[in-house]
C-alpha cells in the first residue's frame, strides 16, 4: 500500500467520525446514550474559531505546553541516569531501588496535596506533578534496557583499552536507546493527562483550568475544544518523541509493510534449484555450507 493511500485512508477515518458525530448530536438520537446533551460539530467549530481570535487561547495553550516540557525535560534527564545507575551499580540499586519501587505506583495526580504543600507557587507544583509522571516509566525502560544488553559490547571495549566511560558512552547509552524512548513515549503521554488534571486542581490558566472552567459554567463546546486541544497538543508531541528516536536509532533494522507477492518465495523451475536465500541456482551445483564461504576468514 502507498504512502498516499494510507494518508488517504486516515483522512476518510477522521471525515467519517466526524460525519457520525454530527449525525447523531443534530439529530438528538438517544439510544442508552444521550447524544442529544452533546454539542455538534458545528457548533464546537463555531466555538474553536473565536477562541483562536482571541488572546486567551493562546496564552493557556503557552503555559500547557510550558509545563509539560519542563516537566517531561527533567523527567527525561533523571530517569535515564537514575535508570542506568541502578541498572549498572549494585550500591545504587541497594539504596535507591526500595524507595523508587514504594513510590512509583502511587499515581502522580495524587501527590497534588505534597505539591501545594511542598512548593511555594502553584506553577512549580504542576511541573513537579508533569515530572513525576514521565519519570516512572523512562527509569523502567531505561533500566530493562541497560541489563538486558550483551556483556559481549562491553567486554570487547574494556578489551580495547577503554575505561568506564568509553563504555557508557559506546556501549550503554547506544544500546539502550530504544529502550529509552520507550519509555520516553510512554512518558509524554502520561505528563500529558497528569498536567491537565493538575491544572483543573490548583492551576491558574492552562488548557486543562480553562476545559474545566467552562465545564463548570456549562459551555460544552468550550469544553469539547479543551478535549480537542489536548488530543492534538498529546499526538504532536507524542510524535515528536517518536520521530527524534527514530532520527537517533537510524542504524536499527526497520520493518517495513511488503506486498504478498514480493514475499512470496519463487518458483522452482526445471533445471534448477533454489538457494536459501530464494535464488536459482543451476543444477548439478552444489550449495556450499555456510562454513565454506568464511574459510578465507581463517586461514593463515
Not at 530493562?144 to 563504555?167: D, I, K, N, Q, Y
Not at 500529558?192 to 492551576?203: H, L, P
Not at 534449484?273 to 581463517?298: N, W
Request: aromatic share 8%; proline share 6%; hydrophobic share 50%.
Amino acid at each position: 500500500m502507498t504512502r498516499p493511500v494510507r494518508y488517504a485512508l486516515r483522512l476518510v477515518s477522521l471525515a467519517v467520525t466526524l460525519a457520525l458525530w454530527q449525525l447523531l448530536t443534530s439529530r438528538d438520537i438517544d439510544v442508552w446514550l444521550r447524544f442529544s446533551q452533546f454539542p455538534t460539530v458545528t457548533d464546537v467549530a463555531r466555538t474553536f474559531a473565536d477562541r483562536l481570535s482571541g488572546p486567551g487561547y493562546w496564552t493557556d495553550l503557552t503555559d500547557s505546553l510550558t509545563r509539560i516540557l519542563t516537566g517531561f525535560l527533567l523527567a527525561a534527564v533523571l530517569g535515564v541516569a537514575t535508570g542506568v545507575l541502578v541498572a549498572r551499580s549494585r550500591l545504587a540499586e541497594d539504596l535507591l531501588g526500595p524507595v523508587l519501587e514504594v513510590v512509583r505506583p502511587i499515581p502522580a495526580i495524587a501527590l497534588v496535596p505534597v505539591a501545594i504543600l511542598l512548593f511555594p507557587s502553584n506553577e512549580q507544583g504542576i511541573v513537579f506533578i508533569t515530572c513525576t509522571a514521565a519519570f516512572f516509566p523512562v527509569l523502567v525502560s531505561t533500566r530493562h534496557a541497560v541489563r538486558a544488553l550483551t556483556p559481549v559490547w562491553e567486554e570487547a571495549v574494556r578489551t580495547m583499552g577503554g575505561g568506564r566511560w568509553r563504555v557508557l558512552g559506546s556501549v550503554v547509552l547506544p544500546g539502550a536507546l530504544p529502550g529509552v524512548f520507550g519509555g520516553l513515549s510512554v512518558g509524554i503521554g502520561v505528563s500529558w493527562i497528569c498536567v491537565i488534571s493538575a491544572e483543573m486542581i490548583s492551576g491558574q490558566y492552562g488548557v486543562g483550568y480553562r476545559t474545566w472552567q467552562d465545564y463548570t459554567v456549562v459551555d460544552y463546546p468550550g469544553v469539547f475544544v479543551g478535549m480537542v486541544t489536548i488530543g492534538v497538543l498529546g499526538w504532536l508531541t507524542s510524535t515528536a518523541v517518536e520521530l527524534l528516536g527514530r532520527r537517533l536509532t537510524h542504524w536499527l533494522p526497520r520493518t517495513s509493510y511488503a506486498p504478498t507477492a514480493a514475499r512470496r518465495k519463487p518458483a522452482r523451475t526445471a533445471g534448477a534449484a533454489v538457494s536459501p536465500a530464494g535464488a536459482a541456482v543451476p543444477e548439478g551445483t552444489r550449495a556450499q555450507p555456510e562454513e565454506a564461504h568464511d574459510e578465507h576468514l581463517v586461514r593463515d
